[in-house]
């Protein structure tokens, strides 16, 4: 099988996909993408491809929705970085309480003459605040907010956490101490620091608006490590020149927050580290693999989870709309087949569903009969056939 592959993807995972006999970016059609930060939005998709995985936590650089509706599953590799954004969470959470980007651009610039007793002359406009005894307010418990939130409290700050998913995981990751607030108003009129770590979709757009700053405290500060167009930054501008929010703290440029000595802008870097682009790659060479070769779906963000150990010698997975009498459609394709179907799994998210079934029997020349007959039944969008090689 062929991978074709797009900018910066660690050498770790393709190394791993290599050893079990992909070609990487070879001249044939490829059967998945693996990327990291490439848009595919305008980028043509072969009808080749039968999965596609970033090595990364955001999705929002792949046309989810248009490959949903081709029965192409698109996988993340959530936490693949968590522990990368949320060293560069804590380091902006310093920088929101001292002043250390102008510090060090003050020292930078005082030269000639005594230096010593100019600089000692000075510091003085340079003075910050301690984190200790603060209130960190933490939107999202995930991966990366969950570690957030539970490091702050190493800080002696006091943490108050809201996420609308809480779920048991989520719950486990969170140290007791954290208080789990009911609303994000809660959160944004408590906090002396608020961060974000929510994903980026439609419904997320300016999740941080112009309302909800107004809530905020007139000297707190807002951090954006999650993705570009949670906050409104231009929102974000127009408080802070109001005074109605010191800082501004994020990992997504735009236009507007240039040159505001209130705003502190890195270069989409929180997951830049080698050890974090080494295990997104890996994590996400592994999840394509293990897809492209037993129809398991693990991390995908627009069809169920299915992770089934392949023990049998055939499997058949069938992606299709999350619409009635699907599987009672299927298993008399199966069935009509004359074949004994030994496990089925069925889930559904959305508007999509995912069937995956088990079978030992396939005679000669029925491969493509099957598929065919499966892929013919109306609200199904694609049909796998795999065969274990065990």
């Given amino acids: 099988m062929n991978i074709k592959t797009y900018n910066a993807i660690s050498h770790t995972g393709l190394d791993y996909l290599k050893d079990r006999g992909y070609e990487i970016n ?122 957030v939130a539970n490091i702050a409290l190493a800080f002696g700050m006091k943490v108050i956490g809201y996420d609308p998913g809480l779920n048991a995981n989520t719950a486990w990751r969170v140290d007791r101490h954290i208080t ?10 408590q906090s002396d620091f608020v961060t974000v770590h929510i994903p980026y979709t439609k419904e997320n757009h300016h999740f ?32 802070l020149n109001a005074d109605k929010l010191r800082m501004f703290i994020t990992d997504f440029s735009s236009d507007v927050l240039f040159d505001n000595d209130k705003v502190i802008i890195t270069p989409h870097i ?40 392949f023990t049998t010698k055939y499997r058949l997975g069938v992606l299709h709309n999350n619409v009635p009498n699907m599987i009672g459609q299927i298993t008399k394709v199966v069935g009509e087949l004359d074949l004994n179907i030994e496990e089925l799994s069925n889930r559904a998210v959305g508007d999509y569903a995912y069937t995956l079934l088990a079978l030992n029997q396939l005679p000669l020349g029925q491969e493509d009969n099957i598929v065919d ?18």
């Fill in 373 to 390: 007959n499966l892929a013919a039944i109306e609200n199904v969008l694609n049909v796998e056939l795999y065969q274990n090689q065990d």
């Fill in 208 to 239: 941080i608006d112009a309302d909800k700053l107004a809530e905020m405290k007139p000297n707190a500060a807002l951090i954006n490590f999650s993705r570009g167009g949670i906050v409104d930054d231009e929102a974000a501008v127009k408080a």
């Fill in 26 to 147: 070879g001249d044939q059609d490829p059967d998945g993408i693996l990327l990291r930060s490439q848009d595919l939005h305008k980028e043509p998709i072969p009808n080749s491809v039968k999965a596609v995985v970033r090595a990364g936590a955001g999705f929002n650089n792949i046309p989810v929705a248009d490959l949903s509706k081709r029965g192409i599953p698109v996988f993340n590799t959530p936490g693949g970085n968590a522990n990368a954004v949320k060293e560069l969470t804590v380091a902006a959470l310093i920088m929101a309480a001292r002043p250390i980007v102008g510090a060090i651009n003050f020292s930078n610039q005082v030269r000639g003459g005594d230096v010593s007793l100019r600089t000692e002359a000075n510091k003085g406009g340079y003075r910050g605040t301690e984190l200790y005894e603060k209130t960190l307010g933490v939107i999202g418990l995930g991966n990366v907010g969950s570690k």
């Fill in 180 to 189: 789990h607030a009911k609303s994000v108003d809660e959160v944004l009129q």
């Fill in 270 to 309: 929180g997951g830049s580290t080698v050890e974090a682009e080494d295990t997104s790659a890996l994590m996400a060479a592994k999840q394509l693999d293990d897809y492209l070769t037993s129809g398991n779906i693990v991390n995908s963000v627009n069809y169920p989870d299915i992770n089934e150990p």
